[in-house]
């Protein structure tokens, strides 16, 4: 499978679980992604969250896509990287009206995180697969 078929899905299922690491201890939340396209998948936070502050210690996270009535899910699992190009932020605020309730309304307001899962693995999954999960294949990105 290519990429595309991979964001398209995340796209139409925005809304995701986020895995992080704090020490040795998982955490997983539910987010709403940005955005994916062929450079991976975009995210927004707060730089005050607990998010962010662990993506700052271990950029590995693993993110969890599924159609709402969980008949495929999409596992995503790589690296993040913390963005900081102007442009980018000020696209974010532009597209995320939500984040002006929150008083962000420049690209240089320092509780506005970007972040972009930019390197790993993607692969669908459904029930019919619960058996041979290590034989589905993978598109790395």
Same mark, same amino acid.
């Given at each position: 499978?290519?990429?595309? &078929?991979?964001? *398209? #899905?995340? +796209?139409? +299922? ?5 895995? %992080? ?6 955490? !997983?939340?539910?987010? $709403? ?15 005050? @969250?607990?998010?962010? @502050? ?6 590995? !996270? &693993? ?5 709402? +009535? ?8 790589? =690296? /993040? @990287?913390? !963005?900081?190009?102007?442009?980018? *932020? @000020? *696209?974010?605020?532009?597209?995320r009206p939500f984040l002006k309730t929150m008083g962000i309304?420049?690209?240089? +307001?320092?509780?506005?995180? /970007?972040?972009?899962?930019? %390197? $790993? &693995?993607?692969? #669908? ?7 041979? &999960? ?5 598109? =790395? #990105?």
């Amino acid at each position: 499978m290519s990429i595309e &078929e991979y964001t *398209k #899905f995340a +796209n139409e +299922n925005p809304m995701c679980y986020l895995a %992080t690491v704090e020490g040795d201890q998982p955490r !997983v939340r539910a987010v $709403g992604m940005w955005y994916a396209d062929e450079t991976g998948f975009w995210f927004q936070a707060q730089t005050v @969250k607990a998010l962010y @502050k662990q993506i700052q210690k271990n950029p590995k !996270v &693993e993110v969890y896509f599924t159609m709402p +009535n969980f008949s495929k899910v999409m596992r995503v699992s790589g =690296k /993040v @990287k913390i !963005v900081e190009d102007m442009e980018i *932020k @000020k *696209k974010c605020i532009a597209e995320r009206p939500f984040l002006k309730t929150m008083g962000i309304t420049e690209p240089d +307001n320092p509780l506005l995180a /970007v972040f972009h899962l930019y %390197t $790993g &693995e993607a692969y #669908f999954w459904s029930m019919a697969d619960s058996m041979k &999960e290590a034989s589905i294949p993978r598109a =790395k #990105f």
